[in-house]
Structure formats: structure tokens, C-alpha cells
């Protein structure tokens, strides 16, 4: 059987409750029968007008009614005005108004988009209940002595009633007021099917301003299909247990004017609500949206991973210039030394080759069979005094590069500077007055004396040519004084001597002055100097643990202040030199040469024999070992080299020591890194090149002063 088709109009019309319809704006669209009958108007009266221009009222009933239609409006929910005072025409016509009170409820019609698009008003006329309520409070007042108890307490009873339903009423819109205006999204929702019981603005303004009160959250929200949160709400709702999200993304559907769907963050809570037995009777949604934050928390992240990014391939490409840096310079100093190799080279070889050509020419000049004596004495003192030149030359090369072999001892440095200084008026010449200025007390340092002077000349040789043989050299000593930093490198706290030269010279330019120590760089005339003697200073200055450093001013002077350690004045040597020994026979002194050089171990056991000695040559030291195991008191001093392949000559020399305690050792180098290095471990040392005078003193001296054998 077909279902007869529903005449809504006339369902509207026919109703006994009153009703009357409002557009957004508040202008009347209809109204039913019961609701023109209670009003006392007409259809076409009131249609099309604004409510209150239809029915005017005092401001206050206007600004009551007015607010419960715009909440409506913005809730989308229904709103009850419990009592309102709203008169109407007079019913006989006589052009006055009927005093009315009424309770209306303002309920929103929805359109397809969950917008209210229109609003029913219901009006309650409940005029003989407030009249009642009056006739209570007066009969209270002025009739109360002359009601009987049952009237009065039914009276009592009704006003009561009433009063805790307003009060219900109020707390209640409080309460709703509280909810609407919360600042996170609040919902209700009811049973296990989740039933929207009531949603904040929050929240409607989340999900898009659709209707949700009654509808089912599938229903209502069918776009969160998948996303997880049906079944958090099964589960908050089946187990009791209180969910708690956060940042949680939810996909929306576009509202109108958006092209896709809408992607927000949210941080909620699911909280049961239970009835009096106990039993979840719904959910309590409370959060807030916080994809703004989110984006920003995004946005940030994504900015340190860029800005950390950032900083690995700023760090990658410092590294990596760092490592070009590096190598360029690397490849600078490579080529800086390089170049200071050459220099030497070529200075060694030009100063080499002249003394050279003195000592060739002097030897061709010899072999002449007619040359007088007296040329032939001054040949023969040429080629010694060149040798001698040669020698000079070789321990400067050695001092600059702090491989010579130091005879470090204690001295008193002002007493020493004292007997420098009268050499120093002959080397400087008549025309430069030479001061000194040394303190009362002891300055001791330890260090090699022979070296130490050749410094003080070399410092005054240079002053000398600086003043042009003219001028003021002033020598000074200080004690007990720290070192400064000096040309970048650290200082110390260590007590030094310092010896200072100062000259009123032309002084010394200051692009030249980070130069000065270098080999062979001179700003003399050529063939002026060799440009090794300073560095011969910075050379011993720094092989005895100390420095030297360089004021200048053009114009002015200079000052060179070389600073040596402070010691302890024990051990201090006397002032002056050891008187040359005459160059005496050996009488038959064995001696063991151990020289691995052909032609120099000929000449060597030639020039010894010529002197007295008796000799045997090892060629090696495995050689004198071996000669010394058959019998080691054949020999009375051993004389060995010390640079030999194999075992060198202090390793030879320790082993002998160690075996035969009682035997002298003697050694000669030219140069040795493990001399320079080391030092001489306690055994005598020959320099080469060397005199006989030198080579006949420290023979004779060996045996009387380790084995107690008698001077020839």
C-alpha cells in the first residue's frame, strides 16, 4: 500500500502549538494559524516585515530577544528565553494592547550545507502562570494572614518550584555559555554509535559549520573513514581508558571555496563519561587545533636541516681549504727551502772555490824546484791560513744549522765579555770607541766558549761595518731576566743572561730585518761578507737553548741581544785560553787508528808516524774490536773517526769503555748528527779539519791523564 504524500503546509498550519518563521535576517517568512490566533494578527499583516517592526517593543525585550536569535544564529543550536514580556493587540478591537508573558524556544532549520537558514520560533503563552506567580507574592505580602494553610503552601511550594528552575535555567546558560565560548573544540557525544550531543564553535568551525547535533560521527564526519579515529572512539568507549593524542593529523573535507581537502593537527582528549551505575554512557572530546604551531614546528625543522646542511658543506669546504691551504703552503716552504738550498749551495760553492783556488795555486807553486825559501815558507802559510778560513767557514754552515758538535761549559759571562772586549778594539778598528757595562755579580751560562766568542765578533764585525769604522759600540750584560717572545715564537720564564751589542750605526731597514739570520743574505757590497756570521749567532743561540733577537732604528743604531740560559756558577772554567802546546814526539806512543776514509787514514797514520808514534789502522771498528780481543795492551790511546758505515765511532767508543775501562779514546769528525744530537758522551773530541799542533796536544795528554804514563 502506497504512503499518502505528506502535506507539510497544512501539518504547519493545523498544529495547536504556536510557530512563527524568521529568515537570517530576522524578517518574517510565515507563521501557522495557532501562532496569528495567540498574537491576534493576520498573515499578510506581519509577512515579509521585520519581527519587531511587526511587533514593537520596549528596548529591553528587544535586546533579550534579539541575542537569543543571534546565538541561535552562531551555535546553530536551540535557545530558550524562559520569560519574556511581549504585548499584544487587544482582542475586542478597541486599538489597545493584552500584558502577555511568554517562553520561547528559538530552534535553527539547516540548510544542506549546515548552515541555519532559518529559525522557528515557539512561543509558550504562560501569562496566568506568571500572573499566578504574582498573585502568590501579593497575597504573601498584603492577603497572608487571611489565606488558610493549604493555599498558602501550595503559593510557597509553586513560588519555589519556580525560583529553582530559574536558577537551573541560569546555571544552565552559564554553563552552555562557557561551552560555546571555550577556546579549544569541545563535543559531547552519546552511546556507543557516538551521537553528537551538543559541539561548541570550535568545533563546528573545525569540521566546516555542518549540522552535527543527533547525527551519528559516520554519519556527520564520513571523511575520517580510515584515519583511525572511529576506532579510537570504539575503543575509549569499550575499554573506559581515557585517550590522550597529539599532533595527530585529521583530513577534512573542503569546505566551500576550498579546492582540496583540508589537512589539520590536533592535539585531544577522549574522556568517557559514565552514568550513575557506573557504565560509559558516552565521550567527552576536548582539544585544540595546532596546526599552525605544527607548520611553524615543520617550517623550523625544515629550516635547521637546511641551516645544518648548510653548516656540513661550510665546514666540508673550510676543511677542504684548509687542506689546499695547507698544501700551499707546504708547497711554499718546499720551495722556500728549496730556494735557501740553492742560496747555500751557491754560497758555499763561490766562498769555497776562492779558497780553493788559494790553496791549488799555493801547492802548484811549491812543486817549483827553483823557488826561493822565503816564497816557499809564504806559500805553505797561505795554504795553512786558507785551510784554516775553510774550517771557519764550514763550523759557521754548522752553527746556522745547529748540527756542530758544542763543548758546552760554565763560565762567567761578564768576566768573559771583559777579555772579548780588548780583541774587539782591534777588530773594530781606532775610530770606534768600544763600551762595556757588566754587573758586580757573577752571570754564569752554560755553553760552548769557543762558539760564545765567535758570536760576540761576529755581532761586532757587523756593527763595525753598519757605523762605516766610526761610532760607539756598546756591550752590556744583564741577569736574571726572562725572555721575551721573539719573532712569533713563545718566551719563558727561565732565568737568562743577556748580552747585548749596540751600535749608533745607519741601522737596518724593516723589510730586511725578518732576514737577517738567514744564510748568506747580506745588505753589503759584494765582497763585503759572506752573510753567515749572524747566522752563526742564531744558530748557537738556539743549539744553547736560548735566542737572539734584533732592535733597529734607520738612522739610529742597532741592538743585538742574545739571550743564554742562567746556571749555577759550579763547574765555571778560568778566564783565558790554554796555551798552545809545542808539538812534541810520540817516543813511541801506540796508538790504534780506526779510519775508514783510504786517503785519510794513509795520511793520518803518515803524519803520526812522522811524529814518533807507532801505528796500526783498522779500517772499520769491527776491525778494532777485533785487534783489541787478541791484545789490548798493544795500544796505549785508540784514535778513531766517527761517521763509518757500521758501527760509528761513539758506539766504538762505549764498547771499548765498557771492555777496556783503562784505554784512552779520542775522536775526530768533521761533522756528525749524532755529535750534534747527543753530544760527545765523555770522550775527548779532534775537530777536522785539524793542525798537528792540535793532533800532538791532545795525544799527549791522553795517556798521562787516563793511564798515568809518563810525558816523553
Known sequence: MDRPELDYQALFDASPNPYLVLDRSLDIVGANRAYLKATGRTLDDIVGRWAWDAFPTDPETLRIAVASFERVLRTRQPHTIALLRFDIPSPDGAGGFDERYWSIVHEPVLDATGEVALVLQHPIDVTEMQR?????????????????????GIFTRARTLQEAN???QAEGDR????????PGFVCMLHGPDHRFGMANDAYMRLVGNRGLVGRLVRDALPELEGQGFYELLDRVYMSGETFVGRGLEIVLDATPGDTEPRRRFVDFVYQPVRDPTGD?????????????????ELALRGVNDTLERRVKERTSALATEQREHAAAQE?????????????????????FNNLLTVIRSSADLLRRRDLPEERRARYVDAISTTVDRAAKLTGQLLAFARRQALKPETFDVGERLGSVADMLNSVVGARIKVETRVPDASCH???DVSQFETALVNMAVNARDAMDG???????VDCGLTMPPIRGHAGSERRFVAVSLTDTGVGIASEAVGRIFEPFFTTKEVGKGTGLGLSQVFGFAKQSGGDVDVESRVGVGTTFTLYLPQVEPEGAIASGTEASALVAKGAGCRVLVVEDNLDVGAFSTQLLQDLGYCTTWATNAEEALRLLSEDAGAFDVVFSDVVM???????????IRRLHPDLPIILTSGYSHVLAEEGRHGFDLLQKPYSVEALSRILRKAPRRNRGRSDP
Open 132 to 152: 499566578l506567580r504574582d498573585s502568590v507574592r501579593d497575597a504573601e505580602k498584603d492577603r497572608g494572614p487571611d489565606l488558610d494553610p493549604a493555599q498558602s
Open 166 to 168: 530559574w536558577r537551573l
Open 175 to 182: 554553563l552552555r555559555g562557557m561551552f560555546e565560548q571555550a
Open 280 to 296: 560509559v554512557a558516552g565521550i567527552f572530546v576536548q582539544g585544540s587545533d595546532v596546526t599552525d604551531a605544527k607548520h611553524a
Open 331 to 351: 708547497q711554499l716552504r718546499q720551495s722556500q727551502k728549496l730556494e735557501a738550498v740553492g742560496q747555500l749551495t751557491g754560497g758555499v760553492a763561490h766562498d
Open 445 to 447: 751560562v752554560l755553553a
Open 470 to 476: 766610526e761610532g760607539t759600540l756598546t756591550l752590556s
Open 645 to 655: 758505515p757500521g758501527m760509528n765511532g761513539i758506539e766504538l767508543g762505549q764498547c
